[in-house]
């Protein structure tokens, strides 16, 4: 009997021990595990048999010392029946379910049994309880959601009324609740879709006796202007008016609710930017410029940016309320990166200006816009270097851009082409007319990384022709001209340049290039190298081409006009780089033998007073040898030289003089004596002796009167001055057209 009773006893334990082991911390899926049997249904192994999911807490307790004689009773009375087993499976099983599905059911204080053998993982009953618990949280929010728009909707005729009392105290509590219900999503709906309640707050806001009520009723505008139809209930309710006001008013908050309020409005509502100008809210807006709040003043910019865009009217308001002070001192003085883009968002618009350019120069924004060119946002660098090129040719005589200078020079090597536009057309106007300038970005390598930018240029005339008119101008007229013009050389910059005369011919391009080749031919060391790359032969193509489309237009009494240049303009600068060129006694033979002196002795005929000047000019380089002197002559170049013997052009009659000198040295003694006495009276009337000692004392070399002129050198090509120097608005290229292009009007009113 007792042996009976002690394996019975070893059985349960191992029973138990197994459960503890496998059975408790089985996964529970597709197992038995968690099953327990509910005794309560039927005794038949049916579909009527409930079998519901549980897992055991914990083990029986069973002793490990059991006495021989009482072990057996001992073990049994430590085990729990079966019977309480299922019951303690069932009760924890409705707890879990009741406890995942529905929490809030539960007794304070009361918990579920855990489960998990790890708690850091949901159990089965919770997983399946994540769908239930976001629906039952959806139904909730549906209910409040409905039960915020039945409130709202009763309250809204009463605060409609409230609002509109003689009492002052009556409309700063009702603002206060109408304020409160615009922060619920439903109630803020209703409030919109009631223009009654809308036009209430305006008028509320309009007539408000203390702050506070103000404050409230802006709020509640400003919680309204995030849904469209909120926009639209404030447009119709005249709320514009009405938020201008409010931006002189000496509370924060409401100022920061009324511009925030219309900067929603200009943003998405139609017709809202007329609305503001009419309330004469750039005139409200511009002093705001004085506060101190970044946030703030990024909104107030965007609003500037927003009204004065492709408005000239709204960009004069600015200027005449001290806008580009303003707005180049916030460039000046902050590092908030939000509000410096807006600012140079205005700043860029403003800079098409003819008038806001000038002011915005003076007030220091070339200075101010150059502090953020080394900075990390591309988006701000790229608005500098747009708003520093339109205003550009206006800051030629600025001083202290230095710093600028050195900044574009470095810049040159970027491979973003819309950077590279940008700095090669800087460059190009703030080194017209300014020797120091030019000085400066010479000796900041300037040169070479211009010669490096038209290599990588290729075929983008938006680069090439800022960069060539910027090399044209570094290399005349400054201390260091004759360093820039042997730097281009010793860059390998002289084939580069050539090249650009090729086909297909784009005008300004041609244009510029011309007017550098002629600076480049000013030194001796030069000659040879443009010989090698065919410079010559190609102005000599461009010159008749040009030539020949002059003439068929000349019956019209129109000029010819190719990519905005005029060809009378490649005439001339063809004919003064030849000019320059044929000081090279080589270089003279090579343009004689391509048959052009019977069209420099067409171009004598010309109306165009430069055309006679350098044409006039090549011929007396060329007369020096004895055969083209010849040629001249047998062209009939004499009387045309006789007349401009007389001309008011200093210039034109020194050159006629001089030819006409060279070709009749192998003339009888009469008619050199004939031409001698011409030539005393029409340029040395008033001295009759100084013709002597001139063509006596100083024989007519070459260098002297070529070099007496250069400094003197016309303005070829931009006779059209200053309107012209005009830039493109850029109101046309704003971030909503990134890929802005160089405009080929842009002018660069340099000598050559």
Request: aromatic share 6%.
């Amino acid at each position: 009997m007792m042996s009976m009773q002690m394996s019975e006893a070893d059985s349960v334990v191992k029973v138990a021990e197994w459960q503890q082991t496998y059975y408790a911390s089985d996964s529970g899926i597709q197992s038995g595990a968690t099953t327990v049997r509910d005794d309560e249904s039927s005794t038949e192994y049916s579909s009527s048999k409930k079998y519901t999911g549980s897992t055991i807490a914990s083990a029986p307790t069973v002793p490990t010392n059991a006495s021989a004689g009482g072990g057996g009773d001992t073990a049994a009375g430590g085990l729990e029946s079966p019977t309480d087993l299922d019951a303690q499976y069932s009760l924890t099983r409705a707890q879990r379910v009741r406890a995942a599905m529905f929490p809030e059911t539960l007794v304070e204080g009361e918990a579920a049994m855990p489960v998990q053998s790890d708690p850091s993982q949901q159990s089965n009953v919770q997983r399946l309880a994540e769908p239930s618990q976001l629906l039952k949280t959806a139904i909730v929010h549906l209910i409040n959601y409905q039960d915020d728009a039945e409130l709202a909707t009763r309250a809204v005729p009463e605060l409609t009324k409230l609002l509109a009392d003689e009492d002052p105290v009556v409309v700063n509590k009702a603002a206060m609740i109408v304020n409160q219900l615009t922060r619920k999503e439903a109630s803020r709906r209703v409030l919109v879709q009631s223009p009654a309640m809308v036009g209430a707050v305006v008028r509320a806001m309009t007539t408000a006796v203390d702050m506070e009520t103000a404050r409230c009723a802006a709020s509640v505008l400003h919680s309204l202007s995030h849904q469209r139809e909120g926009l639209l209930a404030i447009f119709k309710s005249g709320g514009i008016p009405a938020l201008v006001r409010m931006l002189s008013s000496p509370v924060e908050s409401v100022l920061f609710y009324a511009i925030t309020t219309l900067h929603n409005l200009l943003l998405h509502q139609e017709g809202a930017k007329m609305a503001v100008r009419l309330a004469d809210g750039l005139q409200r807006m511009v002093p705001l410029l004085k506060k101190s709040n970044p946030k703030f003043l990024a909104i107030t910019t965007d609003c500037l940016q927003l009204l004065s865009y492709g408005n000239q009217e709204s960009k004069l308001i600015i200027l005449a309320n001290g806008g580009p002070e303003g707005l180049v001192f916030i460039m000046r003085n902050y590092n908030y990166e939000k509000l410096l883009w807006t600012t140079s968002r205005v700043l860029k618009v403003l800079s098409v200006c003819p008038s806001n350019k000038p002011a915005i120069v003076e007030a220091g924004g070339m200075q101010a816009l150059g502090q953020h060119l080394t900075g990390s946002s591309q988006r701000l660098i790229q608005n500098c270097l747009w708003t520093l090129r339109n205003l550009s040719d206006a800051a030629t005589k600025q001083e202290g851009l230095d710093g600028l200078l050195q900044i574009l020079v470095t810049q040159l090597g970027s491979d973003d082409v819309n950077m590279l536009t940008c700095a090669t057309g800087i460059l190009s106007n703030l080194t017209c007319n300014n020797s120091r300038n030019k000085t400066l970005v010479t000796q900041y390598g300037g040169v070479e990384a211009l010669i490096h930018a038209v290599l990588r240029a290729g075929e983008k005339e938006d680069v090439a022709e800022p960069a060539v008119c910027a090399l044209r101008h570094l290399t005349s007229r400054h201390q260091d001209a004759e360093l820039a013009q042997n730097a281009v050389r010793l860059h390998y910059g002289i084939p580069a340049v050539v090249k650009l005369l090729g086909q297909p011919h784009y005008w300004p391009v041609v244009k510029a290039t011309v007017g550098l080749i002629r600076n480049l031919a000013l030194c001796p060391a030069n000659q040879a190298p443009l010989r090698e790359a065919g410079a010559i032969p190609r102005l000599v193509n461009l010159l008749l081409k040009a030539h020949q489309d002059t003439q068929r237009h000349a019956s019209s009494a129109q000029q010819t006009y190719q990519d905005g240049v005029r060809m009378e303009e490649i005439v001339e600068g063809c004919t003064g780089a030849l000019h320059i060129l044929a000081r090279d006694p080589i270089n003279r033979g090579e343009i004689a033998s391509m048959q052009t002196i019977p069209l420099f002795v067409q171009l004598l005929y010309s109306y165009v007073e430069n055309v006679k000047r350098v044409s006039a000019g090549v011929l007396c380089e060329l007369a020096l040898d004895k055969q083209s002197a010849e040629l001249i002559d047998a062209e009939g170049a004499s009387a045309p030289l006789m007349e401009l013997l007389h001309s008011s052009n200093e210039g034109i009659a020194t050159y006629a003089a001089a030819v006409l000198f060279r070709i009749s040295e192998d003339k009888s003694s009469d008619y050199r004596k004939r031409v001698s006495v011409e030539l005393t009276h029409s340029l040395f009337k008033h001295d009759p002796a100084a013709w002597e000692m001139a063509h006596t004392a100083v024989p007519l070399e070459p260098t002297y009167l070529a070099d007496e002129l250069d400094g003197s050198y016309p303005p070829y090509g931009y006779t059209d001055l200053p309107l012209d120097t005009l830039p493109l608005d850029p109101d046309l290229h704003e971030p909503y057209i990134p890929d802005m292009t160089y405009d080929p009007r842009q002018a660069y009113p340099e000598p050559l």
